[in-house]
């Protein structure tokens, strides 16, 4: 995606990306395989890597490190900030996918977890 231009973008990419990612029952399905299948295959593991993890630290590493050469976001380590902004919400769509009853309260609790993040590394003029 292209690199948001504002905080309030960064959070609605993010809002889309969870809102797909969480309800879409094709990508649910997918990911529900490939998490089982990794322990059994090479190729579900290094896509599961791909789309899970590194893909998305990856992904945030490349628009954290542009949103803070904007000044946007506070200068640091962009690959340490998008671990720290994946990994719990990485955590929060995995337990959706145990306990699908709960799939709004958790959208919500990511979405707050989000834009706490955000607001935290954003760069005070």
Known sequence: ???????????????RMLRFTMYDEKIIACRKLLVTEQYRDEKAHRLVGEHFSDGLEALFTVIFGKMAEQGLLEAGDPALTAFAFTAPISSLVQKSDREPEKRDELLAKALRFAGYFIGEHTKQL
């Open 1 to 15: 995606p292209p690199i948001p231009q504002s905080t309030q973008e960064l959070l609605a990419l993010t809002e």
